[in-house]
């Protein structure tokens, strides 16, 4: 990456490989050791290929449980074009459907942990 994109370069100043390459601090020195930076473009790697998978394996999970659903999806997928184009894909009501009830059951990423509270709570006096 160095020797095609030096640091003056539009591809080092706009991707993230290249901000984590060439990051320096307020100080100038850089940010990031080279054994840092390489794990944390594993870090990216990984964790998008992570979710990515989690995503695909759990809506095809979810699609084999639910035939009506997986013959609405099959005949949406088959009036699309090919190649496929971003915008068809934004507007394909079933697919959308399916994939945000696919997040909505299994998140890819678990998060937003409840915890209880400490003292009782009382409602209406009960």
């Known amino acids: 990456f160095i020797e095609e994109n030096p640091e003056e370069s539009e591809r080092a100043q706009t991707t993230i490989i290249g901000r984590l390459i060439y990051g320096k601090g307020k100080d100038g020195e850089r940010m ?4 840092e930076m390489k794990d944390n473009i594993l870090n990216l790697i990984f964790a998008g290929h992570d979710t990515t998978y989690a995503s695909i394996s759990t809506l095809l999970y979810h699609l084999s449980e639910n035939p009506d659903a997986m013959d609405a999806l099959a005949e949406e997928v088959s009036t699309l074009k090919d190649p496929l184009e971003s915008d068809e894909l934004k507007n394909a ?4 459907a399916c994939i945000h009830e696919s997040w909505r059951m299994d998140p890819p990423v678990m998060g937003g ?3 209880t509270t400490v003292q009782a709570l009382e409602h209406k006096g009960c």
């Open 32 to 35: 990031m050791t080279r054994d």
């Open 93 to 96: 009501p079933v697919l959308n």
């Open 113 to 115: 942990f409840r915890t």
